[in-house]
Nanobody, 125 residues
Framework: HVQLVESGGGSVQPGGSLNLSCAAT????????MGWFRQAPGKEREGVAV????????EYADSVKGRFTIAKDNAKNSLYLEMNNLKPEDTAMYYC??????????????????WGRGTQVTVSS
């Protein structure tokens, strides 16, 4: 079993930056694909950024390309999301997710095995 705990959310003005962290505990060596998802009120959960735990390959949703950066530190069993030039439409609960299988359908929430409880990001002037 794996546990994921996010931290680093908060409130920021448009154009600002935030850094999210996700600490993984348990049998983390079985994890392959890890990512960040977000869910705004009244909307479906959507994938934001994904990284493969072993090779470090990354992919981003079009809405965040060039602004967000996903990174990992396997030694610390941690996942990170650096968010720059934040926009009001980035406001959402952000979740860390992980799975043991491959990274197919990587931006869909269904295939992920483990989830954190989320951290709120609010972008407002």
């Amino acid at each position: 079993h794996v546990q994921l705990v996010e931290s680093g959310g908060g409130s920021v003005q448009p154009g600002g930056s935030l850094n999210l962290s996700c600490a993984a505990t348990g049998k983390t060596n079985v994890l392959n694909c890890m990512g960040w998802f977000r869910q705004a009120p009244g909307k479906e959960r959507e994938g934001v950024a994904v990284i493969t735990r072993i090779h470090g390959g990354t992919e981003y949703a079009d809405s965040v390309k060039g602004r967000f950066t996903i990174a990992k530190d396997n030694a610390k069993n941690s996942l990170y999301l650096e968010m720059n030039n934040l926009k009001p439409e980035d406001t959402a609960m952000y979740y860390c997710a992980a799975r043991t299988g491959g990274c197919g359908m990587k931006f869909y929430a269904g295939p992920y095995d483990y989830w954190g409880r989320g951290t709120q990001v609010t972008v407002s002037s």
